[in-house]
């Protein structure tokens, strides 16, 4: 059969297999190292400075909690200054999470896309 069972060494039916076992088989050939049950994922890196394209800017790529880049600008503005849904607090380990609302004496952090003057939006 081929959709339930493998036939291997030298004919001989292998019984089922797990399309899982398989797939791990060959990440763990790929990357090189098996991940254990448990583990978290990787952290998100530090923050990688960048040079933004359109302005020339200095800005900051962090990873979102979706696992998205954000171009971030560097320095904190208050959030009363900042439109709800733009503001960003980079957590401890670099990640960007979106504050949406906050305290009217907190800080935040803004995507660089947003006010970036080489763009023309």
């Given at each position: 059969m081929t959709t339930n069972t493998q036939e291997r060494d030298?004919?001989?039916?292998?019984g089922p297999f797990l399309l899982a076992k398989v797939l791990a088989d060959t990440l763990v050939?790929?990357?090189?190292?098996?991940?254990?049950?448990?583990?978290?994922?990787a952290t998100?890196?530090?923050?990688?400075?960048?040079?933004?394209?359109?302005?020339?800017?200095?800005a900051y790529w962090h990873r979102t909690v979706r696992g998205k880049w954000l171009l971030v600008e560097?320095?904190?503005?208050?959030?009363?200054?900042?439109?709800?849904?733009?503001?960003?607090?980079?957590?401890?380990?670099?990640?960007?999470?979106?504050?949406?609302?906050?305290?009217?004496?907190?800080?935040?952090?803004i995507s660089h896309f947003y006010v970036c003057a080489g763009r023309g939006g």
């Open positions: 030298g004919g001989h039916d292998g050939a790929t990357i090189g190292r098996p991940r254990t049950a448990g583990t978290p994922p998100p890196a530090e923050p990688r400075p960048a040079t933004c394209r359109d302005c020339g800017g200095a560097p320095g904190a503005f208050p959030v009363h200054t900042v439109p709800a849904g733009q503001r960003w607090r980079i957590a401890p380990d670099g990640t960007a999470v979106n504050l949406g609302a906050g305290s009217p004496t907190d800080t935040c952090r």
